[in-house]
């Protein structure tokens, strides 16, 4: 049935979140026919590599927007059959980790105004545009770096109005499930999420957190998560696959922010287990991202590591290991790949097929600003096949990312 062709009389295919309802009315009823209909249509619907669960979970919710959705009778002929989401395009664009200074650090000498200039031609024409804010937006607040808390206590505080460059530049989503998230304590994330909103840009990274809007007719949901008490947990696999699950029964794309992994510039390898930085526990990357895309997630971009790190394929879904550093104004070491950045660009379709995709190379420059270049692409390619094989991502020349036959 999911394989005929369609008449022009045939009924509009199910929204993802449509089937979910008529799925929970089966259970309640005992339906079990109406369940295998329901299962039939959403194989047809596109799902590749196998069909993954879409069921509710019971976690706090917080969405940026909110369209009722209204079922069509199929006996009206005269109603438009509604927009397949398989025709559908959405385009994302990621990068890693942005610091656009700090004090006591320093800040930009214009204020911040050119900190994007040279590399925001890369994310012309993202729907959805995506960032680690890596720090705070903020004047106020207490820092965690207080007295006898040693040398390796970074605090960054970026006035709130930087906010603002971050939407010139076309970023249009951050995620704030990070190590610095609460730098300044819960005052200091207060004023972040508020200069945040006040520059029309959406977060996501919270406890319980789904942050939705709507591109192009689809429902496109994002989660942030880290091993922090004030992020989404990373560590409770668990617990993300439900909130993930969630994610998906409310939307047609789910994208995953994961703040994963070991520091440093010997850190550019996936390794298999729990990663650890300085003590402190940092997830265990392949089985987190695994579990999620299980659950529903149909991309998985990541930060954390200050370096770039492989890309696979799992269930036909893209996992960007490690977007590294993407800008930081006197704050990061730099060097080697510590210094070596890129921009991920990737089409999806409407119900979360992997269309298309490419690195865009980039590279951070003294004091920390983020310019086009470097040999991204191929350590990217090298990582990925080191790292995963036959389940890496394959990388062209050109930064084009496909996957490998098998």
Same mark, same amino acid.
Not at 192 to 203: C, F, N, S
């Given at each position: 049935?999911?394989?005929?062709?369609?008449?022009?009389?045939?009924?509009?295919?199910?929204?993802?979140?449509?089937?979910?309802?008529?799925?929970?009315?089966?259970?309640?009823?005992?339906?079990?026919?109406?369940?295998?209909?329901?299962?039939?249509?959403?194989?047809?619907?596109?799902?590749?590599?196998?069909?993954?669960?879409?069921?509710?979970?019971?976690?706090?919710?917080?969405?940026? %927007?909110?369209? /009722?959705? @209204?079922? !069509?009778?199929? #006996?009206?002929?005269? =109603?438009?059959? $509604?927009?397949?989401?398989? *025709? +559908?395009?959405?385009?994302?664009?990621?990068?890693?980790?942005?610091?656009?200074?700090?004090?006591?650090?320093?800040?930009?000498?214009?204020?911040?105004?050119?900190?994007?200039?040279?590399?925001?031609?890369?994310?012309?024409?993202?729907?959805?545009?995506?960032?680690?804010?890596?720090?705070?937006?903020?004047?106020?607040?207490?820092?965690?770096?207080?007295?006898?808390?040693?040398?390796?206590?970074?605090?960054?505080?970026?006035?709130?109005?930087?906010?603002?460059?971050?939407?010139?530049?076309?970023?249009?989503?951050?995620?704030?499930?990070?190590?610095?998230?609460?730098?300044?304590?819960?005052?200091?994330?207060?004023?972040?999420?508020?200069?945040?909103?006040?520059?029309?840009?959406?977060? %996501?990274?919270? /406890?319980? @957190?789904? !942050?939705?809007? #709507?591109?192009?007719? =689809?429902?496109? $949901?994002?989660?942030?998560? *880290? +091993?922090?008490?004030?992020?989404?947990?990373?560590?409770?696999?668990?617990?993300?696959?439900?909130?993930?699950?969630?994610?998906?029964?409310?939307?047609?794309?789910?994208?995953?922010?994961?703040?994963?992994?070991?520091?440093?510039?010997?850190?550019?390898?996936?390794?298999?287990?729990?990663?650890?930085?300085?003590?402190?526990?940092?997830?265990?990357?392949?089985?987190?991202?695994?579990?999620?895309?299980?659950?529903?997630?149909?991309?998985?971009?990541?930060?954390?590591?200050?370096?770039?790190?492989?890309?696979?394929?799992?269930?036909?879904?893209?996992?960007?290991?490690?977007?590294?550093?993407?800008?930081?104004?006197?704050?990061?070491?730099?060097?080697?790949?510590?210094?070596?950045?890129?921009?991920?660009?990737?089409?999806?379709?409407?119900?979360?097929?992997?269309?298309?995709?490419?690195?865009?190379?980039?590279?951070?420059?003294?004091?920390?600003?983020?310019?086009?270049?470097?040999?991204?692409?191929?350590?990217?390619?090298?990582?990925?096949?080191?790292?995963?094989?036959?389940?890496?991502?394959?990388?062209?020349?050109?930064?084009?990312?496909?996957?490998?036959?098998?």
């Amino acid at each position: 049935m999911g394989q005929s062709q369609r008449s022009a009389n045939a009924p509009p295919r199910p929204t993802r979140r449509q089937v979910y309802r008529r799925r929970r009315i089966a259970a309640v009823f005992g339906l079990g026919g109406l369940v295998a209909c329901v299962g039939a249509v959403a194989f047809a619907v596109g799902r590749d590599d196998g069909a993954r669960p879409r069921a509710s979970a019971e976690v706090s919710t917080t969405s940026t %927007t909110s369209t /009722p959705e @209204q079922t !069509t009778p199929a #006996t009206t002929p005269s =109603v438009p059959a $509604a927009p397949r989401k398989d *025709a +559908a395009r959405v385009r994302f664009v990621a990068v890693g980790d942005i610091v656009m200074g700090s004090r006591p650090y320093g800040l930009p000498p214009d204020g911040g105004a050119s900190f994007f200039r040279s590399v925001d031609t890369l994310f012309a024409g993202g729907d959805v545009v995506m960032g680690n804010l890596e720090g705070t937006l903020a004047s106020g607040g207490s820092s965690k770096c207080g007295t006898g808390s040693g040398p390796n206590c970074f605090a960054f505080r970026t006035p709130p109005s930087y906010a603002k460059w971050l939407s010139k530049a076309g970023f249009t989503l951050m995620n704030v499930a990070n190590n610095h998230a609460f730098d300044f304590g819960p005052q200091g994330q207060r004023e972040t999420l508020t200069a945040l909103r006040r520059h029309g840009l959406r977060h %996501t990274g919270r /406890p319980g @957190q789904i !942050t939705i809007q #709507t591109v192009n007719g =689809v429902r496109v $949901a994002a989660v942030g998560f *880290a +091993a922090y008490k004030w992020a989404a947990s990373l560590t409770d696999i668990p617990a993300a696959k439900a909130l993930v699950a969630k994610a998906a029964s409310q939307a047609d794309i789910v994208v995953v922010a994961m703040h994963a992994g070991a520091e440093g510039s010997d850190a550019t390898h996936v390794r298999p287990g729990n990663e650890t930085y300085l003590g402190e526990p940092r997830g265990n990357s392949v089985a987190f991202t695994h579990a999620v895309i299980d659950a529903g997630a149909d991309l998985v971009w990541s930060s954390g590591p200050h370096v770039l790190r492989g890309m696979e394929f799992h269930r036909g879904r893209l996992i960007a290991y490690s977007l590294g550093n993407f800008a930081g104004y006197k704050v990061f070491s730099l060097g080697g790949t510590l210094s070596t950045s890129a921009v991920l660009q990737v089409t999806l379709t409407g119900d979360g097929v992997f269309v298309s995709g490419r690195i865009r190379p980039t590279q951070i420059v003294k004091p920390g600003l983020p310019s086009p270049g470097g040999g991204a692409i191929s350590l990217i390619a090298g990582l990925s096949q080191a790292d995963f094989g036959l389940r890496g991502a394959k990388i062209g020349a050109n930064g084009s990312i496909t996957r490998r036959k098998v």
